[in-house]
Nanobody, 117 residues
Protein backbone atom coordinates (compact mmCIF):
# COMPACT_ATOMS: atom_id res chain seq x y z
CA UNK A 1 0.00 0.00 0.00
CA UNK A 2 1.40 3.35 -1.06
CA UNK A 3 2.06 5.85 1.69
CA UNK A 4 3.01 9.50 1.31
CA UNK A 5 4.49 11.79 3.92
CA UNK A 6 4.79 15.52 3.37
CA UNK A 7 7.22 17.83 5.12
CA UNK A 8 8.53 21.37 4.81
CA UNK A 9 5.47 23.48 5.53
CA UNK A 10 5.45 26.41 7.90
CA UNK A 11 5.03 30.13 8.31
CA UNK A 12 6.74 32.44 5.82
CA UNK A 13 6.53 36.13 5.03
CA UNK A 14 5.18 37.36 1.70
CA UNK A 15 7.88 37.16 -0.94
CA UNK A 16 9.62 34.32 0.84
CA UNK A 17 10.29 30.73 -0.20
CA UNK A 18 9.52 27.26 1.03
CA UNK A 19 10.42 23.80 -0.21
CA UNK A 20 7.94 21.01 0.34
CA UNK A 21 8.97 17.38 0.16
CA UNK A 22 6.93 14.20 -0.14
CA UNK A 23 8.39 10.82 0.72
CA UNK A 24 6.91 7.84 -1.14
CA UNK A 25 6.83 4.25 0.13
CA UNK A 26 4.97 1.02 -0.50
CA UNK A 27 5.24 0.82 -4.28
CA UNK A 28 7.47 1.22 -7.33
CA UNK A 29 7.95 4.98 -7.47
CA UNK A 30 8.87 5.22 -11.14
CA UNK A 31 5.42 3.85 -12.12
CA UNK A 32 3.56 6.71 -10.47
CA UNK A 33 2.72 10.20 -11.60
CA UNK A 34 3.11 12.65 -8.71
CA UNK A 35 1.31 15.87 -7.89
CA UNK A 36 0.84 18.59 -5.32
CA UNK A 37 -2.61 19.90 -4.47
CA UNK A 38 -3.66 22.53 -1.99
CA UNK A 39 -6.79 23.43 -0.08
CA UNK A 40 -7.09 27.05 1.05
CA UNK A 41 -9.28 27.78 4.09
CA UNK A 42 -12.94 27.41 3.18
CA UNK A 43 -12.21 26.39 -0.41
CA UNK A 44 -11.99 23.23 -2.46
CA UNK A 45 -8.81 21.30 -3.05
CA UNK A 46 -7.05 22.34 -6.25
CA UNK A 47 -4.17 21.10 -8.35
CA UNK A 48 -0.92 23.05 -7.98
CA UNK A 49 1.56 21.04 -10.06
CA UNK A 50 2.00 17.60 -11.54
CA UNK A 51 5.01 15.64 -12.74
CA UNK A 52 4.76 12.49 -14.80
CA UNK A 53 6.93 9.39 -14.77
CA UNK A 54 8.78 10.90 -17.75
CA UNK A 55 9.35 14.22 -15.92
CA UNK A 56 6.75 16.11 -17.92
CA UNK A 57 5.31 18.88 -15.76
CA UNK A 58 2.25 21.07 -15.68
CA UNK A 59 1.25 23.86 -13.33
CA UNK A 60 -1.82 25.79 -12.33
CA UNK A 61 -1.92 29.37 -13.57
CA UNK A 62 -1.24 30.62 -10.05
CA UNK A 63 1.87 28.44 -9.72
CA UNK A 64 3.46 29.10 -13.11
CA UNK A 65 6.70 31.03 -12.88
CA UNK A 66 6.88 30.79 -9.08
CA UNK A 67 6.71 27.09 -8.21
CA UNK A 68 8.81 24.19 -9.47
CA UNK A 69 7.96 20.53 -9.06
CA UNK A 70 10.67 17.89 -9.28
CA UNK A 71 11.12 14.22 -8.52
CA UNK A 72 14.03 12.08 -7.46
CA UNK A 73 13.44 8.47 -8.43
CA UNK A 74 16.47 7.25 -6.49
CA UNK A 75 15.26 8.85 -3.24
CA UNK A 76 11.57 8.30 -4.07
CA UNK A 77 10.67 11.86 -3.29
CA UNK A 78 8.82 14.67 -5.01
CA UNK A 79 9.53 18.27 -4.15
CA UNK A 80 7.76 21.56 -4.62
CA UNK A 81 9.96 24.65 -4.56
CA UNK A 82 7.78 27.68 -3.91
CA UNK A 83 9.17 31.17 -4.45
CA UNK A 84 7.66 34.65 -4.27
CA UNK A 85 4.97 33.38 -1.94
CA UNK A 86 1.78 35.37 -1.52
CA UNK A 87 -0.83 35.38 1.24
CA UNK A 88 -3.23 33.68 -1.17
CA UNK A 89 -0.86 30.70 -1.26
CA UNK A 90 -1.88 29.94 2.32
CA UNK A 91 -3.33 26.44 2.33
CA UNK A 92 -2.85 22.86 3.38
CA UNK A 93 -0.66 21.27 0.70
CA UNK A 94 -1.20 17.62 -0.16
CA UNK A 95 0.97 15.17 -2.02
CA UNK A 96 -0.86 12.88 -4.44
CA UNK A 97 0.20 9.90 -6.50
CA UNK A 98 -1.47 7.93 -9.27
CA UNK A 99 -0.31 4.72 -10.90
CA UNK A 100 0.15 5.29 -14.61
CA UNK A 101 -1.45 1.99 -15.61
CA UNK A 102 -3.90 1.02 -12.90
CA UNK A 103 -5.01 4.47 -11.77
CA UNK A 104 -4.57 3.79 -8.05
CA UNK A 105 -4.44 7.12 -6.23
CA UNK A 106 -3.14 7.95 -2.77
CA UNK A 107 -2.95 11.09 -0.64
CA UNK A 108 -0.66 12.29 2.08
CA UNK A 109 -1.90 13.85 5.31
CA UNK A 110 -1.02 17.36 4.20
CA UNK A 111 1.29 20.10 5.44
CA UNK A 112 0.23 23.62 6.38
CA UNK A 113 1.72 26.57 4.55
CA UNK A 114 0.94 30.01 5.93
CA UNK A 115 2.09 33.17 4.17
CA UNK A 116 1.71 36.15 6.44
CA UNK A 117 3.61 39.13 7.74
Amino acid sequence: QVQLEESGGGLVQPGGSLRLSCAFSGGTFRFYDMAWYRQPPGKQRELVARISTSDSTNYSDSAKGRFTISRDNAKRTVNLQMNSLKPEDTAVYYCNTQHVRYGQSSWGQGTQVTVSS
